[in-house]
């Protein structure tokens, strides 16, 4: 029963990092590559302030929230005033960025060594240290991450990021700032994306670098590339796939030298595929150019 | 009032606007008219802020504008309807248009979760009169339709829906009769004359010469760039590079 728990708590953390990440590519066509990156700052600021400065875990969310904003505010600015696969480039700049940060700062990071004892959240002296409590958390967080995005995906501010992802020109001339929309997109998106860093770091208790790295970018891109982006079921859709398939491969009972290789082989059969016969993803109603 | 002063505009060494300077008669429909390549398009671009011009200036209601983004001049009330429809294809019919008001307080992210019901009620508003805008172009059957999913003449007939939701006080039409139903042209011509009466000003792009003889109150003809000639509508349309351009004679 745990085992099964573990993976739906790892999928409410995906969900989180897949919708906020749907923000900027199905929402405003930005394709970014540095979501990582706000995954990795949210896990280490709560990691930093629970260890360090023995901050609560909710109050730390704010917190990496707060940062991973700010994040997003440096990466936006240079990035916007680029298009196409110059603001790609930019983004992954950023994100390779990050990562040698959280590598080479070993005052602060540990670098390579990582940081073990991360404490388990706790409120009023209630730990959630048990899986099946963790996973009630995990649960709420993400359900209340997918309202907020809900409720932004139906708001004038959500039409106005899809109108700049259909035509920026167009939206231009309706009398909206598509920069600005896209600065505000590109924070609320980093900003939610720390929230899944700050949940992973005390689920697992350790963290280093290496979880936040460009490879765990292109994961979270190929969730929503294969459940479809620019509307909220798609992203729920792929991180479901993308998370029970390597379970599923457990079962098949083949050799734990091969599993691991044949994870990503499917994985890059699923993506050509997908890309092929249907190349919005399966669930989703805008497709990327 | 929209005023041109001596503005310019090269693309390599082809000089695509040459010195134009020209006022537009406010509350009137004015017609551009020109053949391919005269540089109508271009003009445009350089008025709603596209386009910086090379020398000259740009004026609205004695306000420079040249020097303004594209998005800050729309907020001054300046429409423009594309010569492609640039219709949003993946939103709909209704959400084209709800997303011509300006300002709308559920803009700002923030107000979408501590204004909710200001944002709500507002929502509503606009929702109605986009609806009303698109029953006004005959597309009530259209509302919940994918733009992409709409014929060529309905995807225009969305995007004139669009710029009146927009409440501009100027509109910029490139070519609004082309691939339109030939039935529908007379109401779209009935509703210029009428949005005129309002007192709107109407810059019109159009090759189609009966609807400029009907509803242009004044013509501008362009050619290689530069204003050839102005006046009546039927004044204009009897010069002889009008004659040669439209008519081939």
Known sequence: ????????????????????????????????????????????????????????????????????????????????????????????????????????????????????????PKIFGFEFGEIPVYFILAVVIAFLIFLIFKQLYFSPFGRVLKSIREDEI????????????????????????????????????????TSFTLDESVFILSIIIIGGTGNLKGPLIGTIIMLFLPEILRFLRIPDTIAANMRQIIYGALLVILMRLRPQGILGEYRFE | MIRTNRVSKSFGGIKAVDDVSITFYDKRINGLIGPNGAGKTTLFNIINGFLKPDEGEVYLNDLRIDNLLPYQIAQLGLGRMFQDTRVLGKMTALENVMLAAKNQIGENPLNVFFKYRRMQWEERQIKEEAKRWLEFVGLQDKIYTNAESLSYGQQKLLTLARLLAGKNEVLLLDEPTAGVDPGFIPVILNLLK???????????????MTAVLEVCDWVFFMDEGKIVSFGLPSE???HPEVREAYLGL
């Open chain 1, 170 to 209: 167009v939206a231009n001339a309706l009398g909206k700032d598509p920069t600005k929309f896209k600065i505000e997109a590109f924070i609320i998106g980093g900003g939610l994306a720390a929230i899944a860093g700050s949940l992973y770091a005390s689920y697992v208790t350790y963290i280093d670098p």
């Open chain 1, 1 to 120: 029963m745990n085992y099964l728990l573990h993976i739906l708590i790892m999928c409410a953390i995906y969900l989180i990092l897949a919708l906020s990440l749907n923000l900027l590519i199905g929402f405003t066509g930005l394709l970014s590559i540095t979501h990582a990156a706000f995954y990795g700052i949210g896990a280490y600021i709560s990691t930093l302030l629970m260890v360090k400065m023995g901050f609560n875990f909710f109050l730390t969310i704010p917190l990496a929230i707060l940062g991973s904003m700010i994040f997003a505010v440096i990466v936006a600015l240079p990035s916007l005033r680029l298009k196409g696969d110059y603001f790609l480039l930019s983004t992954l700049a950023f994100q390779v960025i990050v990562f040698s940060i959280l590598y080479n700062w070993i005052a602060l990071t540990r670098g390579p060594y990582g940081i073990p004892g991360i404490p388990k």
């Open chain 2, 236 to 238: 204009v349309l009897g």
């Open chain 2, 194 to 208: 009428n949005l005129v009466k309002e007192g709107k000003t109407i810059i019109l792009i159009e090759h189609n």
